[in-house]
Nanobody
Framework: QVQLVESGGGLVQAGGSLRLSCAASGRTLSMSVMAWYRQAAGKQRELVAGISSGGSTKYSESVKGRFTISRDDVKNTIYLQMNNLRPEDTGVYYC????????????????WGQGTQVTVSS
């Protein structure tokens, strides 16, 4: 089992920046792919960005060019640098870890953090 703890959320004005962190503990060797999801009020959780152990990345179209995902395997931590934030980026951001890309977001094949709130004011 992998435990994930997010931090770095907060309130920021549109155009501002935040950096989220997700620290992993436990069976970290089982984590090959890690990702950030977000859930806005009244909406489904959606994939924001993912990164493999080899450094391959994926981004949702809405955040490309503004967000950057990275990982530090020595610290067992992933990051999400969010620049040029928009009000529509508001939501709870969750860290997710899985063995393979296809396992991301699946409750039976991945682990979730508790989430961190990001609020972008206009």
């Amino acid at each position: 089992q992998v435990q994930l703890v997010e931090s770095g959320g907060g309130l920021v004005q549109a155009g501002g920046s935040l950096r989220l962190s997700c620290a992993a503990s436990g069976r970290t060797l089982s984590m090959s792919v890690m990702a950030w999801y977000r859930q806005a009020a009244g909406k489904q959780r959606e994939l924001v960005a993912g990164i493999s152990s080899g450094g391959s990345t994926k981004y949702s179209e809405s955040v490309k060019g503004r967000f950057t995902i990275s990982r530090d395997d020595v610290k067992n931590t992933i990051y999400l640098q969010m620049n040029n934030l928009r009000p529509e980026d508001t939501g709870v951001y969750y860290c997710n870890a899985a063995l393979i890309w296809g396992g991301l977001g699946r409750d039976d094949l991945s682990s979730w953090g508790q989430g961190t709130q990001v609020t972008v004011s206009s």
